[in-house]
């Protein structure tokens, strides 16, 4: 079993930044990718940056490419989302996940086998 604790989420208004924080606890040792995902009122759920625990691997869709950077801290088992030039459009709340097989995309919510309880982040325009 692997515990997520998402933090870090607020209200911004567009242009500004934030860093979310994911706490993993538990048998860490299991994750093979961490995923950040968000989902907005009405929108399916979406993909917005996964990193590969071993190699540190990172992968962004087109809609967050330069704007986001995913991060790990092995140490502190924390993985972070650091998020700028925020748009209104990035309003969602902000799930963390874990990955503990090497089956699908790493891009592909359905292949996460664990889920924090989300943060929410809200930019104004």
């Known amino acids: 079993q692997v515990q997520l604790a998402e933090s870090g989420g607020g209200s911004v208004p567009a242009g500004g930044s934030l860093r979310l924080s994911c706490e993993v606890s538990?048998?860490?040792?299991?994750?093979?990718?961490m995923g950040w995902f968000r989902r907005a009122p009405g929108k399916e759920r979406e993909a917005v940056a996964t990193?590969?625990?071993?190699?540190?691997?990172?992968v962004y869709p087109d809609s967050v490419k330069g704007r986001f950077t995913i991060s790990q801290d092995k140490a502190q088992n924390t993985v972070y989302l650091e998020m700028n030039n925020l748009k209104p459009e990035d309003t969602a709340m902000y799930y963390c996940?874990?990955?503990?097989?090497?089956?699908?995309?790493?891009?592909?919510?359905?292949?996460?086998?664990?889920w924090g309880q989300g943060t929410l982040v809200t930019v104004s325009s």
């Open positions: 538990g048998d860490t040792a299991l994750n093979k990718y």
């Open positions: 996940a874990a990955k503990v097989d090497w089956n699908g995309h790493p891009l592909d919510g359905l292949y996460y086998s664990y």
């Open positions: 990193i590969s625990v071993r190699g540190g691997i990172t």
